[in-house]
T-cell receptor
Framework: QKEVEQNSGPLSVPEGAIASLNCTYS??????FFWYRQYSGKSPELIMS????GDKEDGRFTAQLNKASQYVSLLIRDSQPSDSATYLC???????????FGTGTSLTVIP | SAVISQKPSRDICQRGTSLTIQCQVD?????MFWYRQQPGQSLTLIAT?????????ESGFVIDKFPISRPNLTFSTLTVSNMSPEDSSIYLC???????????FGSGTQLSVL
């Protein structure tokens, strides 16, 4: 099993809808998780971090962590065309040095 | 978060040549990393740049191909040596926020090898 697995999509949602991005992780991943947004031709930009079980909200973004199921998700409410990008899920390794990245989910928000 | 400057932003190189990518951070950081992102792929860690000692390379990456320097806590370079078209990729410098473990990226270097 890969350390971090992500549904690769692509995912299309209409403007104003909720976009749901999902990620699972293995035992090699520690309890720190991150979501990055990457626009085409640009470097990844950190948008959310989550360390504790449950939900963490920041504006239109909500990260959810379920340690029992080894599952982390990102919800984007009121999706905007500017949210169209690839979203990368990442987790820190148990050794603390390395990050494991998922393959990314391409999101398109249709006006 | 740290401001990370990376250059060049892009380059087109001939097969067999080498390119050195520079990464400058506006504050001292303990951990600096070099990643590669091949077209349509996710991020792959090349190595951890250690200040004052040799870099730590991940499986599949060797020092002869990707020599790294880390002369101080704000600067690192990655050289892609004896390039082939398979080295065409985006190369990313990143730093770790020691306080809360967040990882931040430079703007990247888009490398094309002909």
């Amino acid at each position: 099993q890969k350390e971090v697995e992500q549904n690769s999509g692509p995912l299309s949602v209409p403007e104003g809808a909720i976009a749901s991005l999902n990620c699972t992780y293995s035992d090699r991943v520690s309890q720190s998780f991150f979501w990055y947004r990457q626009y085409s031709g640009k470097s990844p930009e950190l948008i959310m971090s989550i360390y504790s079980n449950g939900d963490k909200e920041d504006g239109r973004f909500t990260a959810q962590l379920n340690k029992a199921s080894q599952y982390v998700s990102l919800l984007i409410r009121d999706s905007q065309p500017s949210d169209s990008a690839t979203y990368l899920c990442a987790g820190g390794s148990n050794t603390g040095n390395q990050f494991y990245f998922g393959t990314g989910t391409s999101l398109t928000v249709i006006p | 978060s740290a401001v990370i400057s990376q250059k060049p932003s892009r380059d087109i190189c001939q097969r067999g040549t080498s390119l050195t990518i520079q990464c400058q951070v506006d504050s001292q950081v303990t951990m600096m990393f070099w990643y590669r992102q091949q077209p349509g792929q996710s991020l792959t860690l090349i190595a951890t740049a250690n200040q004052g000692s040799e870099a730590t390379y991940e499986s599949g990456f060797v020092i002869d191909k990707f020599p790294i320097s880390r002369p101080n806590l704000t600067f690192s370079t990655l050289t892609v040596s004896n390039m082939s078209p398979e080295d065409s990729s985006i190369y990313l410098c990143s730093v770790r926020d020691g306080y809360n473990e967040k990882l931040f990226f430079g703007s990247g270097t888009q490398l094309s090898v002909l």
